[in-house]
């Protein structure tokens, strides 16, 4: 059973910050690869950011430059740091993983960006 908390949500002003966290359980987690997904009100959920076992990285074009995932192996954490934020960025950010070919979801953080 894998279970993913995230944490770090809230309301910012547009051209702010947030640094997201999602805690996760189980000691595979160093073997997967993370990724982090949003989804706003009346919008599909969307992939934002992934990150491998080996820290290798990949944004979607509207984030990139602007966000930063990471991950401690150690605490079984992965990051998301959020830098010049836009009302467009307003969603609920959610971390997932797949393990054994079972898809896993956290319950999600409300981020919400001001204009």
């Known amino acids: 059973q894998v279970q993913l908390v995230e944490s770090g949500g809230g309301l910012v002003q547009a051209g702010g910050s947030l640094r997201l966290s999602c805690a996760a359980s189980?000691?595979?987690?160093?073997?997967?690869?993370m990724g982090w997904y949003r989804q706003a009100p009346g919008k599909q959920r969307e992939w934002v950011a992934g990150i491998t076992s080996g820290g290798s990285t990949n944004y979607v074009a509207s984030v990139k430059g602007r966000f930063t995932v990471s991950r401690d192996n150690a605490k079984n954490m992965v990051y998301l740091e959020m830098n010049s934020l836009k009302p467009e960025d307003t969603a609920v950010y959610y971390c997932?993983?797949?393990?054994?070919?079972?898809?896993?979801w956290g319950q999600g953080t409300q981020v919400t960006v001001s204009s």
């Open positions: 997932a993983t797949t393990v054994l070919g079972l898809n896993y």
């Open positions: 189980g000691s595979i987690f160093s073997f997967n690869s």
